[in-house]
């Protein structure tokens, strides 16, 4: 055999090792978080150290008179513990990539190949990046994702009065026994279980079983809702190992009826009126009809409006009613709850009510009695009658002012009167 033939055959021997290294170096990237690259130029039998990956421009393609689409570059990598990949490079070339992943965590992008003739030497520019440093957690989703399947499905579309039903199997796809697995659930908001039951479950699982964990809510209010994802924990040889499902969404269809009473009036007195609305509200996706029933307090007269009605109320719309009323007391007031019954086109009905209202009476209105200037108001507190003492209380009649002041009691008008005659003596 010729020296040429061996040298060509020793050259496509490499170039088959470089293929096959460079396939086996190719890993999934969608995972991996790219750090900022670093750009190099390097000239044929130059390296760089990244990070500990020695990086070199090991051989080119035959330089010919220009360059070409087909001009390659060898790329050699080798760690500081042994491990070394080899890749051939490329711009331009459909047949041969411009880019390789080693060691999931080293990625080189060739920018430049340049040969030729007319250089002194063939070289290469590249971006070298590396991958964002994380936890160990790869290899654990690995070893749980080809350990344990588990799969969840939920009912997609339901009424507000039927159940939607959950169901999650997992599958045991290794010849090992586990002990305690637990499946954590979240309930999502606005939704009650069907029966009342803990969610939680706890179990073994047995080498190549399956087990399957059931259950079913109700909705309080219809909407759009997101289903959670389920959590499953295993431990296996002291480390714990998480696995999730997909969340899934659900629609509750139906009518949802709400009712507010309000009065404008902060307090009340005698013969006050007093402005009440009832607001019904439907913020479900289905009409409704409803039936308005409000109440007046006690000792009280309507004076204008109406406090009962009913009609079909749409979706997402709502409806008012307003009156008056007249009262007649003077202690504190309590409007009674309005009271809405709803029933919709598929039978599904219900009862709800308003909070009640306290209108406050006017301050002090129940205990003072109204008095001109000349008027003494007398509470119990600052009377208090003796044997000796009478008790002359002024009326607005008799309060006019007399030569000796104000009203006072007998003993002291006698007092007063001799006095008066003994210095008249005297003078």
């Given at each position: 055999?010729k020296?040429?033939?061996?040298?060509s055959?020793v050259?496509l021997?490499a170039l088959?090792?470089v293929l096959?290294?460079?396939?086996?170096?190719?890993?999934?990237?969608?995972?991996?978080?790219w750090?900022?690259?670093e750009?190099?130029?390097l000239?044929w039998g130059d390296?760089v150290?990244?990070?500990e990956?020695l990086?070199?421009?090991?051989?080119?393609?035959?330089?010919?008179?220009s360059?070409?689409t087909?001009?390659y570059?060898?790329?050699s990598?080798?760690?500081?513990?042994?491990?070394?990949?080899?890749?051939?490079?490329?711009?331009?070339?459909?047949?041969?990539?411009?880019?390789?992943?080693?060691d999931s965590?080293?990625?080189i992008?060739?920018t430049?190949?340049v040969?030729g003739?007319?250089?002194?030497?063939?070289?290469?520019?590249?971006?070298?990046?590396?991958?964002?440093?994380?936890t160990?957690?790869?290899?654990?989703?690995?070893?749980?994702?080809v350990?344990?399947?588990?799969?969840k499905?939920?009912?997609?579309?339901?009424?507000v009065?039927?159940r939607?039903?959950?169901?999650?199997?997992?599958?045991?796809l290794?010849?090992?026994?586990?002990?305690?697995?637990?499946v954590?659930?979240?309930?999502?908001?606005?939704?009650?279980?069907?029966?009342d039951?803990?969610i939680?479950?706890?179990?073994?699982?047995?080498?190549?079983?399956?087990?399957?964990?059931?259950?079913?809510?109700?909705?309080?209010?219809?909407?759009?809702y997101t289903?959670?994802?389920?959590?499953?924990?295993l431990?296996?040889?002291?480390?714990?190992?998480?696995?999730?499902?997909?969340?899934?969404?659900?629609?509750?269809h139906?009518?949802?009826?709400?009712v507010?009473?309000?009065?404008?009036?902060?307090?009340a007195?005698?013969?006050?009126?007093?402005?009440?609305?009832?607001?019904?509200?439907?913020?479900g996706?289905?009409a409704?009809?409803?039936r308005?029933?409000?109440?007046?307090?006690?000792?009280?007269t309507?004076?204008?409006?109406?406090?009962t009605?009913?009609?079909v109320?749409?979706?997402?719309?709502n409806?008012t009613i307003?009156y008056?009323?007249q009262?007649d007391?003077?202690n504190?007031?309590?409007?009674?709850?309005?009271?809405?019954?709803f029933?919709?086109?598929?039978?599904?009905s219900?009862?709800?009510?308003?909070?009640?209202?306290?209108?406050?009476a006017?301050?002090?209105?129940?205990?003072?009695?109204e008095?001109?200037?000349?008027?003494t108001?007398?509470t119990?507190?600052?009377v208090?009658?003796?044997d000796?003492?009478?008790?002359?209380?002024s009326?607005?009649?008799?309060?006019?002012?007399?030569?000796?002041?104000?009203?006072?009691?007998?003993?002291v008008f006698?007092?007063?009167?001799?006095?008066?005659?003994e210095?008249?003596?005297?003078?």
């Amino acid at each position: 055999m010729k020296p040429k033939q061996v040298i060509s055959l020793v050259a496509l021997f490499a170039l088959f090792t470089v293929l096959v290294t460079t396939v086996s170096a190719q890993t999934d990237e969608d995972d991996i978080v790219w750090l900022e690259g670093e750009e190099h130029t390097l000239y044929w039998g130059d390296e760089v150290n990244v990070s500990e990956y020695l990086i070199k421009a090991l051989e080119f393609s035959t330089p010919g008179p220009s360059d070409t689409t087909s001009d390659y570059v060898i790329i050699s990598i080798i760690t500081g513990n042994g491990e070394s990949w080899t890749s051939m490079l490329s711009v331009n070339n459909s047949n041969i990539e411009d880019s390789n992943i080693f060691d999931s965590r080293l990625r080189i992008n060739a920018t430049e190949v340049v040969t030729g003739n007319n250089i002194a030497t063939p070289y290469t520019t590249i971006e070298v990046y590396l991958a964002e440093e994380t936890t160990d957690t790869y290899p654990l989703i690995t070893w749980i994702n080809v350990t344990v399947s588990m799969e969840k499905s939920a009912s997609e579309e339901i009424y507000v009065d039927e159940r939607a039903y959950v169901t999650i199997e997992i599958e045991n796809l290794k010849n090992l026994y586990f002990e305690n697995v637990m499946v954590n659930e979240t309930i999502p908001e606005n939704f009650v279980l069907d029966p009342d039951m803990d969610i939680d479950w706890t179990f073994d699982l047995k080498n190549n079983s399956k087990k399957l964990h059931s259950y079913s809510l109700k909705s309080l209010k219809p909407g759009n809702y997101t289903i959670p994802a389920t959590e499953l924990a295993l431990t296996h040889l002291g480390i714990t190992y998480y696995k999730y499902t997909n969340t899934s969404q659900l629609t509750v269809h139906g009518p949802f009826i709400n009712v507010t009473k309000t009065t404008m009036s902060s307090n009340a007195s005698l013969d006050d009126n007093v402005a009440i609305k009832v607001n019904v509200n439907n913020e479900g996706d289905r009409a409704a009809h409803v039936r308005i029933s409000d109440e007046l307090p006690a000792g009280a007269t309507l004076l204008s409006g109406r406090i009962t009605n009913e009609l079909v109320l749409q979706p997402s719309t709502n409806y008012t009613i307003n009156y008056s009323i007249q009262v007649d007391r003077t202690n504190d007031i309590i409007l009674p709850a309005a009271t809405v019954t709803f029933v919709d086109a598929k039978g599904y009905s219900d009862t709800i009510r308003s909070t009640r209202i306290v209108v406050p009476a006017v301050a002090g209105l129940a205990d003072a009695v109204e008095t001109d200037d000349l008027t003494t108001t007398v509470t119990e507190a600052e009377v208090v009658p003796t044997d000796e003492t009478t008790i002359v209380q002024s009326t607005p009649e008799e309060g006019k002012r007399s030569i000796f002041g104000k009203v006072r009691t007998v003993p002291v008008f006698v007092d007063r009167v001799i006095t008066f005659i003994e210095s008249a003596i005297s003078w």
